[in-house]
């Protein structure tokens, strides 16, 4: 597929070039329906334009693409403008007969009928590098799902580059994540204070999880410094991976924990080590009335759950 677009684009380039030279110097878009050629349309966008005048198609014009100053984008000098991404509508753009169908262009999102990869050719063609190398072979690979499942091109500003906006894109296709995220303890990324972006680079990695760091913990330590070792005294799983506590997307339990504080704790502590089975006081054996217990909570004494860097800190007291 590729290959033969960029081979079509030369060509046409190449067309362009004659026509420069040999024909009007004004000509800013030529038709290059060669014998076995691709069928642009006569006039580019104003071709278009004779069917396609709504304010929805016309909002184009109000996005970086629609720059003529800049050779470019899709409406810079010598290029195809709106045919650049719709490609060849030469046909599309023609007189049909009653009854005769209309030939397609490349559409995208629900309407489509092109396959992800023919949707996507005509995008990656300028952008290979902004899309990066990552793209190829992660979950958001061009086989699996469009530029346009994300980016909105017809829009003065494209909803998934706006921090406060991106997640609702993401939902779309990621529910549950957004169930998580309406959980009481959650990231603000619902807020638009982060979005998930923040976390995950989705079309320029080659991390697990796409992730915008090599390790789960790396990305947390972006923001929770302080979570970073070495301690003097380290936490084994905090050293390890976050998320065996934690659920970034969001939880039910104080904190985004995975379980609540003494069942989670005890997942991985046996209850032999002091009493914690919690019990109310009343059914307490006397002697040891216990103070492990009476604060349900491991982290009353136990606070420094990240690591400690105290001398005396090696059960995560201070
Ligand atoms: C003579 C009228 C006419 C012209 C000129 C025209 N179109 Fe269309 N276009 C249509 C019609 C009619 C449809 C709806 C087709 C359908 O629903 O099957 C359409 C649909 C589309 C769609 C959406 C396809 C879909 O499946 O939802 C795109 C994108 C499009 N045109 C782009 C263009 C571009 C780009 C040009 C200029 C190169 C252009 N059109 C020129 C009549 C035209
Ligand atoms: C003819 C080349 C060309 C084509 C085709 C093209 N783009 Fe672009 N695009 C550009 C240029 C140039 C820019 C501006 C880059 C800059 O300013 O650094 C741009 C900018 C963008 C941006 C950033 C917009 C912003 O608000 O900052 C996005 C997202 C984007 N393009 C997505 C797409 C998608 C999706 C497609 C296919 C539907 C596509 N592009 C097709 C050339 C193209
Ligand atoms: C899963 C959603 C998603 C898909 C699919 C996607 N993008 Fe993006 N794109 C984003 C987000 C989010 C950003 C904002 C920057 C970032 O987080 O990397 C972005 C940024 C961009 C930018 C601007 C880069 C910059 O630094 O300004 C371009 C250009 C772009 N995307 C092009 C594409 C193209 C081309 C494709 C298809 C090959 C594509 N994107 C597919 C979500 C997506
Ligand atoms: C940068 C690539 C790009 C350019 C340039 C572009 N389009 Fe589009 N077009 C898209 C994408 C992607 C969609 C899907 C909806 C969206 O992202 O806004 C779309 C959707 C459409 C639709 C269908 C709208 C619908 O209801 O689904 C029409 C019609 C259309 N474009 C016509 C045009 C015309 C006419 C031009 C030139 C004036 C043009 N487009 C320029 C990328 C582009
Ligand atoms: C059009 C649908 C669609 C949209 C929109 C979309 N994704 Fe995805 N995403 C997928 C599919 C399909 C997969 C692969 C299957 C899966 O893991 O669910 C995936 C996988 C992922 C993964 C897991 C990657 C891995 O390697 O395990 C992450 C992270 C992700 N998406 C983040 C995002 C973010 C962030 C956004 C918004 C910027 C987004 N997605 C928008 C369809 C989408
Ligand atoms: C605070 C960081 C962070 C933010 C913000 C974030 N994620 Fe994630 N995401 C992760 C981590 C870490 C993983 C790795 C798997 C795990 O532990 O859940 C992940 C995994 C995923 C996966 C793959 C899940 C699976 O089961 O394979 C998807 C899809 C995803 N995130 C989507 C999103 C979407 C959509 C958003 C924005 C609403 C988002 N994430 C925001 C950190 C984050
Ligand atoms: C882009 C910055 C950023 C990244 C990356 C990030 N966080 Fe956060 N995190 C925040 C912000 C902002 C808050 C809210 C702080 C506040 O309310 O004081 C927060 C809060 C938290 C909280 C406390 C929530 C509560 O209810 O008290 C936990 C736990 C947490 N993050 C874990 C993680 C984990 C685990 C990761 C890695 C998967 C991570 N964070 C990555 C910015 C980030
Ligand atoms: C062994 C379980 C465990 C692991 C692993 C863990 N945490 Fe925590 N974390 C906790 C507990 C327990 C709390 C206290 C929750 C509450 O508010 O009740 C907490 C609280 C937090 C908070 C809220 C602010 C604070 O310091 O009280 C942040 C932020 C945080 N953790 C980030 C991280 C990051 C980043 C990692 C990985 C480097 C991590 N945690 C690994 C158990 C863990
Ligand atoms: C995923 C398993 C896991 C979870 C969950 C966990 N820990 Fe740990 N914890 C460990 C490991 C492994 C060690 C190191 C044990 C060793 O070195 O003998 C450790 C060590 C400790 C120590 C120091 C013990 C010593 O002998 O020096 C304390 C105190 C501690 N954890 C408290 C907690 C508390 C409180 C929680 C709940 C917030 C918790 N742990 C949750 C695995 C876990
Ligand atoms: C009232 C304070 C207090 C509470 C609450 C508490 N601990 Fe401790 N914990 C201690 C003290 C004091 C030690 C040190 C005992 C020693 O040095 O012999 C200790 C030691 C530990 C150790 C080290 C191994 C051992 O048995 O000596 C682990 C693991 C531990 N606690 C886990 C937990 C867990 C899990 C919980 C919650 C279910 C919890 N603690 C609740 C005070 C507490």
Same mark, same amino acid.
Request: charged share 15%; glycine share 10%.
């Given at each position: 597929?590729?290959?033969?677009?960029?081979?079509?684009?030369?060509?046409?380039?190449?067309?362009?070039?004659?026509?420069?030279?040999?024909?009007?110097?004004?000509?800013?878009?030529?038709?290059?329906?060669?014998?076995?050629?691709?069928?642009?349309?006569?006039?580019?966008?104003?071709?278009?334009?004779?069917?396609?005048?709504?304010?929805?198609?016309?909002?184009?014009?109000?996005?970086?693409?629609?720059?003529?100053?800049?050779?470019?984008?899709?409406?810079?000098?010598?290029?195809?403008?709106?045919?650049?991404?719709?490609?060849?509508?030469?046909?599309?753009?023609?007189?049909?007969?009653?009854?005769?169908?209309?030939?397609?262009?490349?559409?995208?999102?629900?309407?489509?009928?092109?396959?992800?990869?023919?949707?996507?050719?005509?995008?990656?063609?300028?952008?290979?590098?902004?899309?990066?190398?990552?793209?190829?072979?992660?979950?958001?690979?061009?086989?699996?799902?469009?530029?346009?499942?994300?980016?909105?091109?017809?829009?003065?500003?494209?909803?998934?580059?706006?921090?406060?906006?991106?997640?609702?894109?993401?939902?779309?296709?990621?529910?549950?994540?957004?169930?998580?995220?309406?959980?009481?303890?959650?990231?603000?990324?619902?807020? %638009?204070? @982060?979005? !998930?972006? $923040? #976390? &995950? +680079?989705?079309?320029?990695?080659?991390?697990? =999880?796409?992730?915008?760091?090599?390790?789960?913990?790396?990305?947390?330590?972006?923001?929770?410094?302080?979570?970073?070792?070495?301690?003097?005294?380290?936490?084994?799983?905090?050293?390890?991976?976050?998320?065996?506590?934690?659920?970034?997307?969001?939880?039910?339990?104080?904190?985004?924990?995975?379980?609540? %504080?003494? @069942?989670? !704790?005890? $997942? #991985? &502590? +046996?209850?032999?080590?002091?009493?914690?089975? =919690?019990?109310?006081?009343?059914?307490?054996?006397?002697?040891?009335?216990?103070?492990?217990?009476?604060?349900?909570?491991?982290?009353?004494?136990?606070?420094?759950?990240?690591?400690?860097?105290?001398?005396?800190?090696?059960?995560?007291?201070?």
């Amino acid at each position: 597929m590729m290959p033969a677009i960029a081979g079509r684009r030369h060509r046409l380039h190449f067309v362009i070039g004659w026509f420069l030279l040999l024909a009007s110097p004004s000509l800013s878009l030529a038709q290059a329906d060669g014998e076995d050629g691709p069928d642009y349309s006569r006039k580019g966008a104003d071709s278009c334009f004779a069917c396609h005048d709504d304010q929805a198609t016309l909002a184009v014009f109000r996005t970086p693409h629609a720059v003529p100053t800049d050779s470019r984008t899709p409406f810079g000098h010598d290029q195809l403008q709106c045919e650049a991404c719709h490609g060849p509508g030469g046909e599309h753009a023609a007189r049909v007969r009653r009854g005769q169908e209309r030939p397609g262009v490349i559409a995208f999102g629900e309407g489509a009928t092109g396959t992800v990869a023919e949707q996507n050719a005509y995008c990656i063609d300028c952008h290979a590098s902004d899309t990066g190398l990552g793209w190829h072979g992660t979950a958001h690979d061009d086989d699996t799902i469009t530029c346009a499942g994300c980016h909105t091109s017809h829009a003065a500003s494209d909803p998934v580059l706006e921090t406060s906006t991106q997640a609702e894109v993401c939902f779309d296709c990621h529910q549950q994540q957004r169930t998580q995220s309406l959980k009481p303890f959650a990231h603000v990324v619902d807020e %638009g204070k @982060m979005d !998930c972006g $923040s #976390c &995950h +680079s989705v079309h320029d990695t080659t991390f697990d =999880a796409m992730l915008v760091r090599q390790t789960l913990n790396q990305t947390c330590h972006e923001c929770h410094a302080e979570t970073r070792g070495p301690h003097l005294w380290e936490h084994a799983p905090v050293a390890e991976d976050c998320s065996t506590c934690h659920e970034p997307h969001g939880s039910n339990h104080p904190g985004m924990l995975t379980m609540r %504080g003494p @069942m989670l !704790c005890q $997942s #991985c &502590h +046996s209850q032999a080590g002091h009493p914690s089975l =919690a019990q109310d006081s009343d059914s307490l054996p006397s002697g040891i009335a216990s103070q492990y217990l009476l604060g349900q909570n491991c982290m009353n004494c136990h606070g420094q759950v990240h690591g400690s860097n105290h001398p005396s800190g090696s059960k995560l007291m201070r």
